[in-house]
């Protein structure tokens, strides 16, 4: 598909800085939003003026509610875009949402035309404590085992997004090829014997492919 506009809305702060690569693969599609009002309206009037069908992908935090404005102290209370707004501004838009729980976003909001959502990524140490302080499961991982996770599904939403742009795959295949690259990406993890916490890091890859969802309206 030939979409009318591209755009990468990165909400960029010291925890999301590992996201910068979108920025080097993608600079005329990349957009960093900061809490702002300025930047804040600038982004929304971009969005608003999106012809059908265009392309948005978010990168940053999120959750079931929306997804945030960056924060320096890891206080992601104040949305960007809540479900209600998502659903006006990616009213008929392809949407790649590289977010936490947006999965379960994507079940509050329905006028997207197809749309791709994951699960708990847990990208930071903040995040490992925050993970092990309220589930009996304790992950054990080094900020080295975080670099390397997040390095991984970063490789693989790049290489897709260069894919659906190229015209090589179309949006809808996106899913079954994220499956498919996180898989390699899992196996090459776990080959490499010099990473001592292989196991641990294939781990949240595998949790990273398995909640993630493709939804579609058409």
Not at 106 to 125: C, D
Not at 156 to 181: G, H, P, R, W
Request: hydrophobic share 40%; net charge negative.
């Amino acid at each position: 598909m030939m979409y009318h506009k591209v755009l990468i809305l990165h909400s960029l702060d010291e925890s999301t800085k590992f996201l910068k690569p979108f920025e080097d693969h993608f600079p005329d599609y990349y957009i960093s939003v900061d809490d702002s009002d300025n930047s804040v309206q600038s982004v929304k009037t971009i969005l608003s003026d999106l012809d059908e069908t265009s392309f948005v992908i978010y990168i940053g935090h999120g959750s079931s509610e929306g997804l945030f404005l960056p924060n320096e102290n890891f206080e992601y209370a104040n949305l960007f875009l809540d479900a209600k707004w998502s659903n006006i501004y990616f009213e008929n838009h392809d949407i790649l949402l590289l977010s936490c729980r947006s999965n379960e976003l994507l079940e509050r909001i329905y006028k997207y035309n197809s749309a791709i959502g994951f699960g708990n990524i847990i990208s930071s140490a903040h995040e490992i404590k925050q993970h092990n302080e309220r589930n009996e499961i304790k992950k054990t991982l080094s900020n080295t085992d975080i670099d390397i996770f997040n390095a991984a599904y970063v490789k693989v939403s790049i290489s897709i997004i260069k894919m659906i742009l190229n015209n090589t795959i179309n949006f809808s295949q996106a899913y079954k090829y994220y499956y498919y690259l996180i898989n390699k990406e899992i196996n090459n993890i776990l080959m490499n014997k010099k990473i001592n916490n292989r196991i641990e890091i294939a781990r949240l890859l595998f949790e990273f492919r398995n909640e993630m969802v493709y939804k579609s309206n058409h």
